[in-house]
């Protein structure tokens, strides 16, 4: 029987001809997936795309000619829309030039297989990284429960109505985010938000912000926490999906360009207000409750939703760390994760805020959120900043340091 829907047509760039058929066989063992052209550069990957116009492109980092950077750089200077995937091999060397792909305006990456003892684990462990990604980023991921619509915002950054739908967002291609600039009621919308963070805090006044993130979180982090002032008054920790190469390097680079202090979680050690702490792939984060402090731990607990670090688990841990003096921000990403954490802290008084739709390169994270009638917020991703620096104005953890002493000690 033919298929209801047409199948998203995906273009393949990479130097070795084994890996563009290993790739290509991967991509279109899932019926929806078509490879529509294979490139041996980048160049030849560019003018693929310009011709043909696909939904998806994966694309090598290392190749002669023209490497998978320029061809990104290259290709973003006339098609700001359509989704590339980088093909990324798990080294330090390979994270940095995965970092400067997504600078460069790629939206995602996976990582190669390492030496592989068999040619079927390799093939496998790619296409359970690269199939979901890719039927994401094309608008195909899981379908929703029959007979339950995930609820929309109404207004920027207003409390969600369930079935309706903004009307004053950004432009979308696919789950990839178009930048704009807000104009008219869009601007208006988020004045009025940043406006009133703080009265719509749903419990107490914030101790500590989580925030959760996966699929184009390094952007969306950089944007969010780069919003924030130096003398922020609370303990911030995140979780991103990424292996531990990657989350060095993440939190190397965030520390460079945010106000705020950003470094690779440390068991046991102290959380401190202006710092934000970022979970290292392959470990768990978890916020515990010691001697009246705060502190980090890691653990090698198993995966949750596929993932360590997991959402769920360090949303969990800060339900029973600090209650509701938590304020929880879930960013895109794919699946949910972070969404049955996020009911420990809507049951112990946490607030709860979601990125929406629209800015989302992929509203599964925050939009299972909102589906699950969760998050008392869903704004725009440039809002998000903004709003917490806000809400969070004067908050100050039971027990802090004062500012004072934590610039000096920077500084």
Request: hydrophobic share 45%.
């Amino acid at each position: 029987m033919a298929p209801t829907t047409e199948r998203i047509k995906v273009v393949v760039v990479d130097d070795s001809v084994v890996v563009r058929r290993l790739l290509s066989d991967v991509l279109q063992s899932d019926p929806e997936i078509e490879v529509v052209a294979t490139s041996s550069n980048g160049r030849l990957g560019v003018e693929a795309v310009r011709r043909l116009r696909p939904d998806v492109v994966v694309m090598d980092i290392e190749m002669p000619v023209m490497d998978g950077i320029q061809a990104v750089r290259e290709i973003r200077t006339t098609d700001r829309r359509t989704p590339i995937i980088m093909f990324s091999t798990l080294t330090e060397r390979g994270a940095r030039a995965t970092f400067d792909a997504l600078d460069a305006g790629a939206t995602d990456y996976v990582t190669k297989p390492g030496q592989a003892s068999a040619v079927g684990s390799g093939l496998e462990s790619v296409r359970v990284e690269l199939i979901p990604r890719v039927r994401a980023l094309a608008g195909r991921g899981p379908r929703p429960t029959p007979g339950r619509a995930p609820a929309r915002p109404a207004l920027v950054g207003a409390p969600v109505r369930p079935g309706t739908r903004p009307t004053t967002l950004p432009p979308v291609h696919g789950s990839r985010l178009v930048p704009t600039q807000l104009g008219g009621a869009a601007a208006a919308g988020a004045a009025a938000l940043l406006g009133g963070a703080r009265g719509r805090l749903s419990g107490p006044r914030p101790s500590l912000l989580a925030v959760g993130s996966s699929t184009g979180g390094p952007e969306a982090l950089a944007r969010v926490l780069g919003a924030l002032p130096a003398n922020l008054s609370v303990p911030v920790v995140v979780v991103q999906h990424m292996p531990a190469e990657f989350t060095q390097l993440l939190s190397e680079r965030l520390d460079r360009t945010c106000a705020v202090r950003v470094q690779h979680a440390v068991d046991g050690e102290p959380l401190q207000a202006g710092t934000v702490v970022v979970a290292r792939g392959g470990r768990h984060l978890e916020v515990v409750r010691e001697g009246g402090r705060l502190r980090a731990r890691l653990t090698d607990a198993p995966a949750e939703n596929f993932c360590r670090p997991a959402v769920d688990v360090m949303f969990r841990s800060v339900a029973r760390a600090v209650g509701g003096g938590v304020l929880a921000v879930v960013l895109t990403g794919m699946g949910s994760d972070g969404t049955a954490g996020a009911a420990d802290l809507a049951a112990a008084g946490a607030t709860l805020w979601a990125q929406d739709e629209a800015s989302s390169v992929v509203w599964g994270m925050p939009g299972s959120l909102v589906g699950a009638g969760l998050a008392q917020q869903v704004m725009p991703l440039d809002a998000i900043g903004p709003a917490l620096a806000t809400a969070l104005h004067g908050a100050r953890e039971p027990g802090a340091a004062p500012l004072a002493t934590r610039g000096a000690a920077r500084a």
